[in-house]
């Protein structure tokens, strides 16, 4: 299973927004909508932040959106702040019954 | 509040042997599937494993499949992984992960653990 395809560096300037995509195949992202996403900041654990494709879990801010199209799911991070620089993965479900991430992006906020 | 807490990484020789364990707390560990992840020195993440709410069924990667046994004790909480025949680049930090049932997505962390291969 090769991972999920992301771009390795995106940057912005505070309050802008910016868009991470996430590309997989057709028995992965194009194939479910369990795609999630996630936040690592420099040697801490990750942090679930979006999970079915668009879902916010609770606590999570309101600036973090997902969407998917075909086999390409991407995050949204709108009115970027300092303390959104960080690594971010996708993660989605596979045909096979497991588990794929993402290649990670780091966001640097300009 | 929800804790997982990794335990069991160190220092072992290729080919050796090393036992993880994960003890959850603050909420009931058989209704959840359970996950190892990965994360080498500097690189991405890399699923490793889950095992499903009663234990009954396992997946792998393709990288650790026939190499590492994930197993689940719900009366003490307690996810493990059997990692056999080590290699240099397993050398990583291991989380345990907590995952919704069916869909396996993970909603909750522990802070891992390093496991460094080397002679």
């Known amino acids: 299973q090769s991972a999920l395809t992301q771009p390795a560096s995106v940057s912005g300037s505070p309050g802008q927004s910016i868009t991470i995509s996430c590309i997989g195949t057709?028995?992965?992202?194009?194939?479910?909508?369990?795609v999630s996403w996630y936040q690592q900041h420099p040697g801490k654990a990750p942090k679930f932040i979006i999970s079915?494709?668009?879902s916010r879990p609770s606590g999570v801010s309101h600036r973090f959106s997902g969407s998917k199209s075909g086999i390409t799911a991407s995050l949204t991070i709108s009115g970027l702040q300092a303390e959104d620089e960080a690594d971010y993965y996708c993660s989605s479900y596979t045909a096979t019954s497991t588990l794929v991430f993402g290649t990670g992006t780091k966001v640097t906020v300009l | 509040q929800v804790q997982l807490v990794e335990s069991g990484g160190g220092l072992v020789k290729p080919g050796g042997s090393l036992s993880l364990s994960c003890v959850g707390s603050?909420?009931?560990?058989?209704?959840?599937?359970m996950t190892w992840v990965r994360q080498a020195p500097g690189k991405g993440l890399e699923w490793l494993s889950y095992?499903?709410?009663?234990?009954?069924?396992?997946y792998y990667a393709d990288s650790v499949r026939g190499r590492f046994t994930i197993s689940r004790d719900n009366a003490k909480n307690t996810l493990r992984l059997q990692m056999d025949r080590l290699r240099v680049d397993d050398t990583a930090v291991y989380f345990c992960a907590r995952a919704r049932l069916y869909t396996v997505t993970i909603d909750y962390w522990g802070q891992g653990t390093l496991v460094t291969v080397s002679s």
């Open positions: 079915d494709v668009s």
């Open positions: 603050g909420f009931i560990l058989s209704d959840y599937y």
């Open positions: 095992i499903t709410d009663g234990g009954y069924t396992t």
């Open positions: 057709s028995i992965d992202v194009g194939a479910y909508n369990y």
